[in-house]
């Protein structure tokens, strides 16, 4: 019986242009434990989802498509998103920190900036600070 | 990534295959067009995959792709790099299949 909001799964948004990327990342949390996770393949999309049902985590690429990474975090700002965002690129370590400071910048919750392939035991770590950071959750 | 699970394994290879055919249709696709930015990320999209997958050879094709030049320089390039690499998909495919063949066995 669930008895109270504590007991909820994380929930976790997955944004990621490429369906593999999103499939291996949603097989790896399957294997870290309970989630609520939700996926999109388009930032305007994931705009939409955090904004109908804002999640506790926020796992994105930074390079979509539709919209750039840094442009993507500026509007996750403006919308006053305050869960938490693990940054994920194929990019360069170095645009990746600075993607990662710009966003800081924004006032967001930046728990981490890995490359690709993030590593299972490295999102295990920082599913476990999601999981610490996590706000009692708001009403709509 | 994925640890010791053969079917697993065998799985996301074949997820890999599917999206990267995929995505080297849409390029030949957007070529066409001259749409070379949109070759530049599906470019990038892909070498994430490929290392991901540890298919090495084939993420630096592609990011050779992500960094082609402008115009009609980045149009050959990019028609250079892309026989090479549906030869290299064929490859990969062929090494796939090879080593994921009984991964439903027990």
């Not at chain 2, 249709?25 to 490929?50: F, Q, Y």
């Amino acid at each position: 019986m669930n008895d109270g909001a504590p007991a909820d799964p994380l929930r976790v948004l997955l944004l990621d242009d490429d369906p593999f990327q999103l499939a291996l990342l949603e097989d790896m949390l399957e294997e870290l434990g309970d989630f609520d996770v939700a996926t999109a393949t388009h930032a305007q999309g994931a705009l939409a989802m955090l904004k109908s049902n804002p999640p506790d985590l926020l796992v994105c690429d930074l390079s979509m498509p539709d919209m750039d990474g840094i442009e993507f975090m500026r509007h996750v700002a403006q919308e006053g998103y305050n869960g938490t965002v693990v940054l994920l690129s194929g990019m360069e370590n170095a645009v990746l920190k600075a993607a990662e400071r710009l966003a800081m910048a924004q006032g967001l919750t930046i728990l981490g900036a890995c490359g690709k392939p993030v590593a299972a035991a490295e999102l295990g770590d920082l599913v476990n600070l999601a999981k610490m950071h996590r706000r009692p959750h708001r009403m709509a | 990534l994925l640890g010791y699970h053969p079917q697993k394994i065998r799985k996301f290879a074949f997820k890999f295959l599917h999206t990267t055919k995929d995505g080297f249709d849409e390029i030949e696709t957007v070529m066409k067009t001259g749409n070379l930015a949109r070759v530049r990320e599906l470019g990038h999209r892909i070498k994430s995959a490929a290392r991901t997958v540890g298919a090495l050879g084939m993420a630096e094709l592609c990011e050779d792709l992500e960094n082609l030049p402008q115009e009609e320089a980045g149009a050959i390039q990019a028609r250079n790099l892309m026989a090479r690499l549906w030869l290299l998909l064929d490859l990969v495919t062929e090494q796939i299949m090879t080593n994921t063949t009984f991964a439903n066995d027990d």
